[in-house]
């Protein structure tokens, strides 16, 4: 018989103990499923003619009372038998519950139950080796299934169906297993006779997988016709492309699902982790894999601006990088952060929010009242303004600090007052600013003035990667070994000779290069305790700035 045809009734029991000759039933669910829909249920509370005990109560809800007036096993079993039928007794650690189920029927002096039986934990177990726990919880979370009533007959017994269905269609499609023979046969087979892996993940572990390199890199999953399905990037290729393909059956349903369609993998390596985070953005964005949801559009990250080309300088957000002679700071996440650290600076540091029209009028302003300004329109004190344009400037780049200080104090005083709403509001921000602050402070700069290189290393690498940035991206790599050799010293100041010459910032960033400022933001704060950052002064010689990357490189203690 056809699985499709067969008709499985899945059936939980709820009891007053776990022994199934000392204790008894207090209720029975099932759900019959065909073709892998429910077509009927059952349900029915049982007097056991005890009381319930507490431990029972607490997992089930069920109480004495609740049993008090309901039916008597035997009153009970005929309906649930009518319902069984001649179908496939069903249940997740069906020795349990078809052990409780028969000894009542011997109380009552009858067989046990004649049905053919499949047990999903079983089931479980051969299938998903590579999952933590087979218990139905688990198995629930693991296939995302939603179901009401757990740990109440009915809906155990309808989760137990929905997992069914899951291994159901494992089997069909791991083994190849559609009869119901060889389903219930499959139960019971030994563990190292099921590991059967299907044609084309066999084909791609055995014959691609071991030429991978150990290095880092950008992978593609194609299908059978060519198509990208998934590109993703890695800090060692062998390793990661080993992982996507070890212990499949514990995966989430969408790589479960894109792993059955792969035939080929292909890869590129880059010569460094950056490099092939850089070049994966790239390719989801032109490729536009159906399994890769992040990175497939370009966004604008919002960026802080500080229009330094007025004597009274302002400071707020854009999207775009324009050639404008503004200083540009960032990316932050999104606007809601932008307009905090706008806010924030401006509070704190009393820079002007009024137009250049207003201004020039002489015009005082409800923020000048207000105690937010300091009023050059009335005061006209341009050193001053510009003292506080520098601590603006310093805070922006992570370096000056004390803003946090004293939020922290304004949080301890709201704790203190019991204004605990705003004591939150406090931590929220302290939180957010810290990590903005945390990223400028690597960069130390603003975006079109920052030329860097950073010098990578860790415990696990033989030498030390020198990553140059100009003008906020990254350009160029060099590995060195340690000590570093003659040809790696020729090797550096020649990057360096490259790229940080005298050139002017280039005066548009597509989306694309805001992209790439983004993501070596976010590399650089991920890998922080990991680097050191070597700024370039504007009228540092190159051949000066190679020289204090050549110390570093070789610095025996950082080594």
């Known amino acids: 018989m056809h699985v499709s045809d067969a008709t499985f009734v899945v059936t939980d029991t709820e009891t007053t103990g776990t022994k199934a ?122 296939y995302d299934i939603s179901v009401d009533g757990r740990h109440r007959a009915l809906g155990d017994a309808e989760a137990t169906g929905h997992v069914l269905a899951r291994l159901l269609s494992q089997l069909a499609f791991e083994h190849e297993i559609d009869t119901v023979e060889d389903l219930l046969a499959f139960q019971h087979r030994r563990y190292q006779k099921v590991r059967k892996v299907p044609n084309h993940l066999k084909t791609i572990r055995e014959e691609q997988l071991p030429e991978a390199p150990d290095a880092p890199g950008v992978y593609v999953f194609k299908n059978s016709s060519g198509i990208p399905l998934y590109i993703g990037k890695a800090k060692q290729l062998s390793d990661r492309l080993r992982s996507h393909f070890t212990a499949v059956e514990s995966k989430a349903a969408r790589k479960r699902k894109m792993l059955q369609k ?9 010569g460094t982790e950056l490099e092939a985070i850089l070049r994966e953005s790239r390719l989801i964005k032109t490729e536009k894999p159906r399994y890769n949801r992040a990175q497939r559009r ?32 960032g990316p932050v996440r999104n606007t809601e952060r932008a307009e905090m650290v706008v806010d924030i600076a401006s509070r704190f540091f009393r820079l002007r929010e009024c137009e250049d029209e207003r201004l020039h009028l002489g015009q005082r302003c409800l923020y000048a009242d207000m105690d937010r300004c300091t009023a050059p329109c009335e005061n006209e004190d341009p050193e001053a303004y510009a003292e506080a344009v520098g601590r603006v400037r310093a805070f922006l780049t992570g370096q000056d600090r004390s803003v946090l200080h004293r939020l922290r104090e304004r949080m301890q005083q709201a704790s203190e007052d019991l204004d605990f709403e705003k004591a939150a509001e406090f931590r929220d921000i302290l939180e957010q600013l810290e990590t903005i602050l945390d990223k400028q402070r690597l960069m130390a700069a603003p975006v079109r003035q920052h030329n860097a290189a950073l010098v990578h290393r860790t415990d696990a690498m033989d030498g030390t990667d020198v990553l140059f940035v100009r003008f906020g991206r990254f350009v160029d790599a060099v590995s060195c070994a340690f000590p570093p050799s003659t040809e790696d010293r020729a090797t550096l100041r020649e990057g360096v000779d490259t790229h940080f010459d005298d050139a002017s910032p280039p005066s548009d960033l597509s989306r694309r290069a805001t992209d790439e400022i983004r993501l070596l933001s976010h590399w650089t704060y991920a890998h922080r305790d990991e680097l050191s950052v070597l700024r370039r002064a504007d009228d540092q010689p190159a051949a000066a700035f190679a020289d204090d990357i050549l110390n570093e490189v070789a610095d025996p203690v950082k080594a």
């Open 298 to 329: 370009y966004y604008n990250r919002p960026f802080i601006r500080l229009d330094t080309t007025h004597e009274y300088p302002t400071i707020s957000w854009s999207r775009t990088l324009a050639d404008d002679g503004a200083e540009y700071y």
């Open 21 to 142: 000759e000392e204790n008894r039933v207090i209720e029975v669910g099932a759900v019959k499923v065909e073709d892998g829909e429910i077509v009927d249920r059952f349900q029915q509370l049982v007097n056991p003619q005890r009381s319930i005990p507490g431990r029972i109560t607490q997992l089930t809800g069920i109480t004495t009372g609740m049993v008090f007036d309901a039916p008597t096993i035997d009153e009970v079993l005929p309906g649930y038998l009518d319902v069984l039928g001649d179908g496939i007794l069903t249940a997740h650690n069906l020795s349990f519950d078809k052990g409780f189920l028969d000894a009542e029927l011997a109380r009552m002096g009858k067989d046990p139950l004649p049905n053919e039986t499949l047990c999903t934990v079983r089931l479980a177990r051969r299938l998903l080796p590579g999952l933590d726990s087979k218990g139905l919880s688990r198995l629930v979370q693991f």
């Open 262 to 270: 792969v035939r080929t993998v292909d890869w590129e390596t880059t």
